[in-house]
């Protein structure tokens, strides 16, 4: 969202702009490093899609994504910070076509379906979210499908089901672009609410403090790349 990428923004040293897919990319310098910075859009498909622009168009070596998430882990609170060590799809289901296909799975697909997160970034997100001083941190797995979650019951299922840490829109599609290019990822999401009745409320007050915290972490990650 705009929200997310207006620290960012302000931090690089731009020198480009260019659209692609209806999407603007903007390409700077940050601690001497050649920054890619971009909205992804809301939802798997424009997740996607970025990514490929990413790697394409822009030849990026590293794929850092950031955003909201609401809580699987009930010892997430709101503000906390997820790294993922991996993630997939909860709302891939082709379970009725063959029990070689259980929820979660792409089918006929030759790889596993829960895309590993890069050990080296995740290692260097983990020190930057340290440097926050205040939310707790976790590392664990990201769950995403096209649908915003607000109902206690349907965690309950996701957890049980995947074992996620936080659920959100986005991250394994960016997970599973960054693979099929080989090129290392990783997901970086603040607690924005936790997947209750009371999420569209908690989410919309907490995106600029998130987006604040997610920019401080990439930063110190670009820092030391
Ligand atoms: N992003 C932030 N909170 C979310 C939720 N509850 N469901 C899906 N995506 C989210």
């Known amino acids: 969202m705009d929200e997310e990428i207006v620290y960012m923004k302000e931090a690089l040293d731009i020198y ?13 310098t940050h601690h001497n490093k050649e920054i890619v910075l971009c909205k992804s859009g809301v ?19 590293h794929v850092l994504f950031t955003g909201v998430a609401g809580a699987l882990d009930p010892e997430l609170e709101v503000g906390d910070i997820v790294i ?29 379906s829960e895309f590993r997160a890069d050990a080296q970034l ?6 930057a979210a340290e440097r926050l001083q205040g939310p707790k941190v976790k590392i664990g797995k990201v769950l995403s499908g096209d649908q915003f979650i607000a109902d206690r019951e349907l965690v309950e299922v996701y957890s049980a089901l995947f074992n996620g840490t936080c659920i959100e829109m ?14 290392p ?3 970086i999401r603040s607690i924005s609410d936790k997947a ?25 990650i670009i820092e030391s790349l």
């Open 16 to 28: 480009g702009e260019s659209v692609f897919a209806q999407n603007k990319f903007y390409e700077g």
């Open 43 to 61: 939802g798997k498909v424009n997740a996607a899609i970025t990514t490929q622009i990413l790697i394409d168009r822009f030849q990026v070596t």
């Open 84 to 112: 993922s060590s991996s993630a997939m799809q909860h709302d891939m289901d082709a379970s009725a076509l063959s029990p070689d296909f259980p929820k979660g799975t792409i089918p006929m697909f030759a790889f596993d």
């Open 122 to 127: 995740v290692k260097l997100a983990e020190t």
């Open 170 to 183: 986005e991250g394994s599609a960016v997970a599973q672009a960054s693979f099929l290019n080989e090129v």
């Open 185 to 187: 990822f990783v997901i």
């Open 196 to 220: 209750n009745g009371e999420a569209p409320a908690s989410f919309a007050e907490f995106t600029a403090l998130a987006a604040r915290r997610s920019s401080d972490m990439v930063e110190t």
